[in-house]
């Protein structure tokens, strides 16, 4: 297993080159590690509204992050146990601008140690392709590769993503976006978390600090007898952030 993680790290790197980072996001979640079991489905249904934010286009034609709604339906698939397959489709909008789009669909693969809810220290790598819709991105295709670190701590989890994206046009402008996410388990049906998002920039060259995105949530996880949800109110630290963004993902066993 650790064979493979390091083989798919290796193959994404080698044709690397970074994602700018755009006005708005249909995915808010910082990731656990954990997988769907072999031979079931899951579906996470992603959406987040932006209340106040950002309001000049990334590039010309682009959608605004300010008023406006962001999702997908997140379909998976445990292939292994210790490989989830993923697809991300419909992925759509609506903003002042544009109105209703669709923004495109994604691919994802995710390799994690396995059960690692039950160990307390656990890792894996998540990595995305992404086919993108004009407004959505100005670049058709891009990626994200996204290492993951944990511990669970009972009750307390710290887990890392050092996330890099690309846009297929150069080793030395991969993007460094990490999230991370800091959270206390009341028990085994409520936790409290704080998250933080951000985007430095190119690694060749970094933001200013004030052109940085950096945005923190407050997040609270309920699992219920149907699904699970997670929902949040995120915080722009930055004059470069959305100053309000509410997330809401819902998430259910399929079979």
């Known amino acids: 297993m650790h064979k493979w993680i390091l083989a798919a790290a290796a193959a994404v790197c080698l044709f690397a080159n970074p994602r700018l980072a755009s006005a708005q996001t249909d995915e808010i979640q910082v990731y656990d590690a954990d997988l769907t079991p072999p031979g079931k489905f899951n579906l996470t249904w992603h959406n987040n509204y932006t209340p106040d934010g950002i309001a000049t286009p990334a590039f010309v034609g682009a959608n605004v992050a300010d008023k406006s709604l962001n999702g997908v339906t997140e379909w998976a698939w445990g292939v292994t146990e210790w490989f989830e397959a993923g697809l991300y489709l419909p992925l759509y909008s609506h903003d002042k601008n544009l109105g209703g789009t669709y923004n495109g669909f994604k691919l994802r ?11 307390k220290f656990f890792y894996g790598a998540n990595f995305e392709f992404s086919i993108n819709q004009h407004h959505w991105d100005d ?19 710290f887990i ?16 460094f976006a ?30 200013s ?47």
Do not use: C
């Open 109 to 119: 693969a995710l390799f994690a140690v396995p059960h690692a809810a039950e160990r």
């Open 139 to 157: 670049n058709r295709f891009s990626s994200e590769v996204r290492p993951i670190i944990g511990w669970h701590l009972k009750p307390w989890d």
């Open 160 to 175: 890392i993503n050092p996330i890099v994206d690309t846009e297929y046009d150069g080793f030395k402008n991969l993007t």
């Open 178 to 207: 990490p999230a991370s996410r800091i959270a206390y388990n009341f028990n085994e049906k409520w936790a409290l978390a704080a998250e933080e998002y951000g985007d430095f920039g190119q690694f060749h060259d970094l933001s």
């Open 209 to 255: 600090a004030s052109n940085q995105s950096h945005q923190l949530y407050a997040v609270v996880d309920h699992t219920m007898k149907a699904f699970e949800f997670e929902a949040g109110i995120g915080f722009g630290l930055t004059p470069s952030s959305d100053k309000v963004t509410i997330k809401l993902l819902i998430i259910k066993d399929l079979n």
